[in-house]
């Protein structure tokens, strides 16, 4: 399994690098099915609801991009249209990426 998170957006729309992880440690793998699960399930709440929330002012948007196995998916978070629940899970999953030793910034 192999997850990339980029940011885009917030305050002066700074984009830092991707986090990349390769092998994640089996509890965050299980964070990572999670947040894809919860994405999945908000995503079909927003497309039930035409008009759907605001975008956030100087929110964060995020592209994630999961691999695992023959299966590579990519999710587009916009941090305005998403609950809390899931932006906890995500910031645990880059904590963990970003304490993880790097051979370069997206590898």
Request: proline fraction near 7%.
């Given at each position: 399994?192999?997850?990339?998170?980029?940011?885009?957006?917030?305050?002066?729309?700074l984009a830092p690098p991707p986090l990349t992880v390769h092998q994640p440690s089996e509890e965050?793998?299980?964070?990572?099915?999670?947040?894809?699960?919860?994405?999945?399930?908000?995503?079909?709440?927003?497309?039930?609801?035409?008009?759907?929330?605001?975008?956030?002012?100087?929110?964060?948007?995020?592209?994630?991009?999961?691999?695992?196995?023959?299966?590579?998916?990519?999710?587009?978070?916009?941090?305005g249209q998403c609950p809390s629940k899931l932006l906890e899970i995500l910031d645990e999953i880059?904590?963990?990426?970003?304490?993880?030793?790097?051979?370069?910034?997206?590898?």
């Amino acid at each position: 399994m192999k997850i990339t998170i980029e940011t885009e957006g917030g305050f002066a729309g700074l984009a830092p690098p991707p986090l990349t992880v390769h092998q994640p440690s089996e509890e965050i793998a299980q964070k990572i099915q999670q947040l894809e699960e919860g994405i999945v399930a908000q995503k079909a709440h927003l497309d039930a609801d035409a008009e759907g929330p605001s975008l956030m002012a100087d929110g964060m948007m995020y592209t994630i991009t999961i691999a695992d196995g023959e299966r590579t998916t990519t999710y587009q978070v916009d941090e305005g249209q998403c609950p809390s629940k899931l932006l906890e899970i995500l910031d645990e999953i880059r904590e963990y990426i970003l304490e993880q030793p790097q051979s370069s910034p997206s590898s």
